[in-house]
């Protein structure tokens, strides 16, 4: 699950990728295959990425062995490819032949032939990986694992490799890392497979993402993370060097999105690991360790001086999971407030999915990817960055809220000087659109979304031409359209109050009227605008908030939901323990997606969906209950509407019991209202001020209760 994700994730970033099929050396000491079933193991794995790739890029070149697959086991330093050993053939039996043409016959359907010493496709006794890659692999495993010397010796000196006899009274694992990489050499094969399939260092993108020309010298650094130093009193940039050298004592100018700084780099190290190798200067391609800048945020962009308001800082890395549980923490003793403010400063520095911020409640809230990643968090704050005592509240998530319908009659609003109006009504976008809106799937060129919205998501013409914004980001899953026929709007006027209403819209999206939860899925239309002609009275203090309250009243009346997220949770197990996984997930709201046998083992593979406010415990359990023979990993999926009405009067909550179905979407939004100090029903009466829309909203099902 996650290599597919990962993979997903690079192909979205348009990314070269390399294949690295690592622990091959489970197959001959943990899964005891035969060297024939371990080459349909390999095929099958490079079979399964290569369906990944034609589902998402079909027009990539896909993974093959002859060009972008390299075999490794980062535990015993072997790493090799088809190229490579052919090379160490031609270098044991002269040049009698190609490397490079011998390389072609090592993957496939291609066998060789003893007698006539030439290879064919008429099948016989072992494949040519086999026979000339797998078997040397598990002769050079076998021996040094079992310790047998004499068979070992024999073996290596039949490639010329000799050691002297005292290491052969070394530990079996720590000869075995000796002698793999004596056999498959110290990883240039690596190298050759990176710098053939990555662009050149000096080829990057920099040109286009700076005014005017570039000079050589020009300093450009992208740094993408902070890391802390093993004393955790200090902070390094990692960055990649771009553009020019940065050295030692290089004044450097850091841009932080709008803002600039300016530092002197005081050392500059190379991140090996646990060390870090201390240089003078870096040039383009290099990774490096920078120390001497400040900055709060986890990325930045450094150039020199010249470059200074030219260049266009490089953006945050994306990722392809999201933060969605949250723990509220205080201190035990208040007035160590300051000292764990600045531990969750640094915190923030080391985890860059981490996010902090205070609740209008005075809560402060940690959100993180999951329980394992927080615990991570707390143990840094609570051991490194700080020493003091700090209270949790019990974890729980963030919601989003969305609509399931079309809001039942067009509402309005009136400016508070009744000089303008807006008309609006919401309904639900596609869960595909904003899918893609959130990954920066669509283009920023106005003609290109026309079409784009055209001709994939069946907009009609005049919709995809007039989409006003996304919300509450530029990436936001909600969209403002404007819908009002042509022959009935003044573009003038309208173009003047067009970004009040698109912050009024962003507003809204940002904070629903349910529980003050951003929204999702939610396409909002403007029907009708009368905007008055003195530019005085549509100034944006007018028209900014009257936007706002016709966005939360055209949603109360199209049947508002709740979102939660849902984890997709990979569990392995045996085949006695699958009746238990079902039961286990039944009971906390999860169902299996899939079932499936891992090849080439005991164990199988089960696809679940579990939401996130019923995961926490989830793995213990699951481990107890199986005495451990299943193990899970997981990761965010998508975010699905919570079943019931929020807004049903008649469902009864009862205390210290089990809600069911029907009843969690109301359960939620009377906790959630209660925790963040809101009363716990919606004033609904402050969105319908007018007579007439009041009347009408209170014949509305839902809303009927709340007049």
Not at 391 to 397: A, E, I, N, Q, T
Request: glycine fraction near 6%.
């Amino acid at each position: 699950m996650n290599t597919e994700k990962l993979l997903i994730h690079a192909l979205d970033q348009c990314l070269p990728v390399v294949l690295v099929l690592n622990k091959i050396d489970r197959l001959p000491l943990e899964l005891r295959l035969p060297p024939k079933d371990a080459y349909f193991k390999i095929k099958y794995t490079i079979d399964q990425l290569n369906e990944v790739l034609n589902r998402h890029a079909p027009e990539l070149p896909k993974f093959s062995p002859f060009s972008n697959i390299v075999f490794a086991s980062g535990l015993y330093g072997i790493v090799f490819t088809v190229q490579s050993m052919a090379e160490m053939y031609a270098r044991l039996y002269g040049s009698t032949f190609e490397a490079s043409e011998f390389a072609k016959k090592l993957w496939g359907d291609l066998y060789f032939n003893q007698a006539t010493r030439k290879f064919t496709t008429q099948p016989s006794e072992k494949r040519s990986f086999v026979e000339f890659i797998l078997e040397p692999l598990y002769k050079l495993v076998g021996y040094t694992i079992s310790e047998e010397k004499e068979q070992l010796e024999k073996f290596l000196a039949s490639v010329g490799i000799y050691f002297k006899k005292h290491l052969y009274t070394v530990n079996s694992k720590t000869f075995l890392k000796i002698v793999s990489r004596s056999f498959f050499g110290k990883g240039e094969c690596l190298r050759d497979v990176i710098i053939n399939s990555f662009p050149s260092p000096n080829h990057s993108q920099l040109p286009s993402r700076v005014i005017g020309e570039v000079p050589e010298s020009s300093l450009v650094v992208q740094v993408s993370k902070q890391v802390c130093s093993s004393d955790c009193s200090k902070f390094y940039l990692s960055g990649l060097v771009v553009s020019g050298k940065l050295s030692k004592g290089d004044r450097v100018v850091c841009i932080e999105g709008e803002h600039t700084s300016r530092g002197t780099v005081s050392g500059l190290y190379i991140d090996n690991s646990r060390y870090k190798i201390p240089i003078e200067e870096a040039g383009p391609g290099c990774w490096v360790l920078i120390e001497g800048i400040e900055t709060s945020f986890n990325y930045c962009t450094l150039v020199s001086e010249d470059l200074l308001g030219r260049v266009q800082p490089f953006e945050p890395l994306k990722f392809n999971t999201a933060s969605i549980v949250k723990l509220a923490l205080e201190p035990y003793n208040p007035s160590d407030l300051p000292q764990m403010l600045e531990g969750l400063s640094k915190c923030c520095k080391s985890y860059p999915l981490l996010k902090f911020y205070v609740e209008e409640s005075g809560e402060h809230i940690l959100l993180g990817t999951g329980e394992l990643y927080l615990d991570c968090v707390l143990h840094d704050l609570r051991n490194l960055f700080t020493s003091i005592e700090i209270k949790l509240s019990d974890p729980f998530v963030p919601f989003c809220e969305t609509v399931v319908d079309t809001s039942s009659f067009k509402c309005f609003a009136d400016t508070p000087n009744q000089s303008n109006r807006i008309a609006i009504i919401s309904e639900p976008l596609e869960a595909n659109i904003a899918v893609d809106i959130e990954k920066e799937r669509i283009p920023k060129d106005p003609s290109s979304v026309t079409k784009l919205f055209q001709e994939k998501y069946s907009w009609d013409i005049l919709a995809a031409q007039n989409i006003w914004a996304f919300g509450p980001e530029t990436n936001g899953p909600n969209v403002l359209v404007n819908d009002i026929l042509p022959m009935e709007r003044n573009e003038d006027l309208l173009g003047e109050v067009n970004p009040f209403i698109v912050q009024g819209f962003k507003w809204a999206c940002s904070e629903g009227p349910l529980i003050e939860e951003p929204l999702r899925c939610v396409k909002f239309r403007m029907l009708e605008a009368s905007i008055s002609q003195d530019p005085l009275l549509r100034a944006g203090g007018q028209i900014i908030p009257t936007a706002r309250k016709v966005c939360y009243s055209s949603l109360l009346l199209a049947s508002p939901r709740l979102m939660e997220p849902y984890f997709i949770t990979e569990i392995q197990c045996t085949q006695d323990c699958i009746p238990t996984i079902y039961t286990l997930l039944q009971r906390r709201r999860g169902h299996v997606n899939s079932e499936s046998p891992v090849r080439g083992s005991p164990l199988f593979t089960l696809s679940a969906s579990l939401p996130v406010v019923d995961s926490f415990g989830f793995e213990t359990d699951l481990r107890t209950l199986t005495s451990g023979m299943a193990f899970c990993t997981s990761d965010f999926d998508e975010w699905v509407v919570v079943p019931g009405d929020p807004l049903d009067k008649t469902i009864k909550i009862a205390p210290l019991e089990p809600s069911p179905a029907p009843h969690l979407a109301r359960e939620f939004m009377l906790k959630t209202r209660r925790r963040k100090g809101l009363t716990e029903e919606i004033t609904v009466s402050k969105y319908f001020e007018d007579p007439f829309m009041k009347e009408m909203a209170m014949q509305d099902q839902d809303l009927a209760d709340y007049f």
